[in-house]
């Protein structure tokens, strides 16, 4: 059982910089592979980042990539996410995820072994 609470999310100016973070619970967390996903108001679920249970591979998505980084810290259980000259779309919730499957095969509308409850970033023009 794994467990996933976000944090970090908040109003901030185009330009500006955010890091959020999600803290794991649960013994199994360095095997999970984890992510972030976001949800724009009206708009579909969005995968933006994952990093495997190695660290390695990295995925963003074409919309962040360069400007968004992931990262992890096996010994906190905590996942990062530290976002870059954000812009006005990149306002949604943020969720955490957590799942077994490589993060290769992970997409927008895949089902995830666990989420978190997501943290809203909301950014300004």
């Known amino acids: 059982q794994v467990q996933l609470a976000e944090s970090g999310g908040g109003l901030v100016q185009a330009g500006g910089s955010l890091t959020l973070s999600c803290a794991a619970s649960?013994?199994?967390?360095?095997?999970?592979?984890m992510g972030w996903f976001r949800q724009a108001p009206g708009k579909e679920r969005e995968l933006v980042a994952v990093?495997?249970?190695?660290?390695?591979?990295?995925y963003y998505a074409n919309s962040v990539k360069g400007r968004f980084t992931i990262s992890r810290v096996y010994t906190k259980n905590t996942v990062y996410l530290q976002m870059n000259n954000l812009k006005p779309e990149d306002t949604a919730v943020y969720y955490c995820?957590?799942?077994?499957?490589?993060?290769?095969?992970?997409?927008?509308?895949?089902?995830?072994?666990?989420w978190g409850k997501g943290t809203l970033v909301t950014v300004s023009s």
């Open positions: 995820a957590a799942d077994l499957v490589d993060g290769s095969s992970w997409s927008s509308g895949k089902a995830m072994d666990y």
């Open positions: 649960g013994r199994t967390f360095p095997y999970y592979n």
């Open positions: 990093i495997n249970w190695s660290g390695g591979s990295p």
